[in-house]
């Protein structure tokens, strides 16, 4: 019934950028904080950015002042702009709806974002 839909993965040159999107359904979408993470292989996922309910984004040292994540409660809606890409950024990103007081998170399959030359 829940569903967290990421998109918009792909192969890009260091220095390019992408867009994440990732569609929710089946919550209540404007009352959850929203994350996006990602997982290299061999590593830990780790945290990439977050965003409450009323839209106070942060983001992780590493991807500060690349990374911008932004969400549009009328298209439930998360998105995770990627500036300046580098081959460290390589991993697979997921979306995730944030564990209120009395509901449980929720993630997405992932995508896949490839920074090569």
């Known amino acids: 019934q829940v569903q967290l839909v990421e998109s918009g993965g792909g192969l890009v040159q260091p220095g390019g950028s992408l867009r994440l999107s990732c569609a929710a359904s089946?919550?209540?979408?404007?009352?959850?904080?929203m994350g996006w993470y990602r997982q290299a292989p061999g590593a830990q996922r780790e945290l990439v950015a977050s965003?409450?309910?009323?839209?106070?984004?942060n983001t992780a040292d590493s991807v500060k002042g690349r990374f911008t994540i932004s969400r549009d409660n009328a298209k439930n809606t998360v998105y995770l702009q990627m500036n300046s890409l580098k081959p460290e950024d390589t991993a697979v990103y997921y979306c995730?709806?944030?564990?209120?007081?009395?509901?449980?998170?929720?993630w997405g399959q992932g995508t896949q974002v490839t920074v090569s030359s």
């Open positions: 089946g919550i209540s979408f404007s009352t959850r904080a």
């Open positions: 995730k709806a944030e564990r209120t007081r009395y509901r449980g998170d929720y």
């Open positions: 965003i409450t309910s009323g839209g106070t984004a």
